[in-house]
């Protein structure tokens, strides 16, 4: 793990590392990165008792992946099984091939495929998702019923 986003206090903010040193970023607060000197990667980023700043919660990870295709492989399969277990949401994956379908209480997170930004090809490193909600059946209006007095 080289990074950690997190949320609270309306906005997000982020420990990272970068040349074996850990930075805090919270563009609300001084608007640039941060050299923390009382942090390590595993007190900051991975260990067992990870201390976000206060008010603030992890939202996202960001992962290095060392080992080649099937070190990625390996650890989509982990995180997809990990996603189902810990939040009741499948996906449905070709591998590394295509980004994974989301399903979740009814609704599929689709990849989006009319991403302009992602127009060269060397740029794709993420992937937008659109929400697909199910039609449901519609229902007539029921008829007003109007009293005469």
């Known amino acids: 793990m080289v990074g950690r986003a997190f949320y609270g206090a ?3 903010r982020t420990q990272y590392m970068y040349n074996n040193a850990i930075y805090d970023y919270d563009g609300m607060d001084n608007g640039i990165a941060t050299k923390l000197t009382d942090v390590t990667a595993k007190t900051a980023l991975y260990g067992q008792h990870i201390n976000p700043p206060p008010g603030f919660s992890t939202t996202t990870v960001v992962y290095k992946l060392r080992g080649g295709i099937s070190s990625q492989e390996s650890f ?9 277990e810990l939040h009741q949401i499948s996906m449905d994956t070709e591998g590394l091939q295509k980004p994974p379908v989301l399903k979740y209480r009814g ?6 495929v009319n991403c302009p930004w992602f127009a060269k090809k060397k740029q794709v490193y993420t992937q ?8 449901l059946p519609t229902m007539p209006p029921e008829e007003s019923s109007t009293l005469h007095h």
């Open 10 to 12: 309306n906005h997000f």
């Open 128 to 135: 937008e998702y659109t929400r697909v909600i199910p039609e």
């Open 107 to 112: 609704a599929n997170l689709s990849p989006e």
């Open 76 to 84: 989509l399969e982990r995180q997809v099984t990990k996603v189902l």
